[in-house]
């Protein structure tokens, strides 16, 4: 690859693109871009969420973690949710553990019980470590949706027991 100089960033948005640029480079990119710019490159990054090139959605969801900035979320989460990006999930699922996705707890729970161990694994660490405000409905919803899961016995139990918890006065 002929890398030009990435100074600015539209050219650090170019080369994440650029099939040519290995990912190693791409996560460079994707760090100097948080680094250096952060909540203003949101915007552009989004849309390389909806990229075909998993690569270029993965350095995008990993700057987006980098910047912390929680309205990124439901740009995640539609990335998440394209069918295109099923088999490559667990990138834009381990993003949303910098973020507060206390709205989001039905779409956390859900994806606890994907399985694909990567995408369950990067959900249950969000489940697990962050706070939501819930009803006791949907936490009830969650709990009879856990149970009648097909997963492995230990993650029901530590999944029930967590949802145990909201359903505490």
Known sequence: MNRRKSDNLQNMIDDIIDKATPWEIKLE???SIAEKYGAKATAHLYSLLESEDG???N???LALKDIKDSTA???LMRAIHNPQNSQNRSTLVYALSAMDCSAYFSEIVTLTLSPRP???GAACDVFF?????VTNEVVQQAIERVTGAKIEHDLKDGLLRRLA???EP
């Open 55 to 57: 690569q270029v959605r």
């Open 59 to 61: 350095a995008a969801a």
């Open 129 to 133: 470590d962050q706070g939501f405000y």
């Open 73 to 75: 979320v439901d740009a």
């Open 118 to 120: 990567d995408v369950c």
């Open 29 to 31: 990119l994707a760090d």
């Open 165 to 167: 918890e909201f359903d």
